[in-house]
């Protein structure tokens, strides 16, 4: 059973990466996810500057979902730069570099202190629904907003594929997803958290996140994550490449996604749950399931909703 991916000449093993958030924050952490079976590793977001996130508690899971309002902290380009590099020098898999800015001008900023160290690809976020009281409404629920901001980063991306993450709150993430086509865009991620949402609690009558509100990810948001998916690969006519993400924590779901039309997996939350070697773990229940219906190659699943 062949899993191997060549997503726009960029070869992975198996369609698993880790997705953008906690998890992903340094070089030894993504070199541990490479060795537990991932095809591909996703930075967590930079900025262009030094960003310290919201105060704790900033994370509440139950068994069906999990709402995080870490805020995406990051300790700036030079460490980035630092961690990249080191990665670099014996890349066990892709590195896809996740970027995000609160405007199109610091989008580009970033852009051109990231491109220099050659990431296999560029996620650009402009979708994370937890910094909305810092940044106003995120660029993903605009069509016009989407699509400049990916054009711009499109024009100093340096001929590195540029992927566009998109936010399940659009109205129509088609709409969005089909401006940045227009725009440029190479691919996509789908999707980021969904909400925000609050948890809160019952003694204390307050909101039990300390910034009050939090994205919304795991398990219960799958369904949410294979119909965005599904609606950007018929948009765009199957033209461009899906990283769909969003709840997946077993093969079943992985194929589910990959049905819809996505090329690649991210997988964040079950990493916590699940171990991680979740990648692996979903890697053979993939293959199990594919062995059992007489699929030989992944990319057959691709796209082939009915």
Known sequence: MNLSQNILGVEFSNPTVLASGIWGVTAS???????????GVTSKSLWIREHKGHPNPSVISTEHWTLNAVGLPDAGPEKAKEEIE??????PVPLIANIVAGCVEDFVSIAEKIVPLKPDFLEVNISCPNVENEFGKPF????????AVTKAVKEVSGGIPVFVKLSPN???IAEVALACAQAGADGFTAINTVGPGMAIDLLSRKPILANG?????GPGIKPVAVRCVADIYKATEGKLPIIGTGGVYT?????????AGASLIGIGTAVGDRGQDVFKKVCDEMNEWCEKEGIKDISEIIGSIK
């Open 29 to 39: 952490s993504w070199r541990r996810v490479a060795e537990n079976g991932a095809g």
């Open 86 to 91: 080191g990665y670099n020098q014996d890349k």
């Open 140 to 147: 993903a629920c605009s069509a016009p907003d989407a699509a």
């Open 170 to 172: 659009a109205l129509s």
């Open 213 to 217: 509100v939090g994205g919304l990810s």
């Open 251 to 259: 093969g079943e779901d992985a194929l589910e996604m990959m049905i």
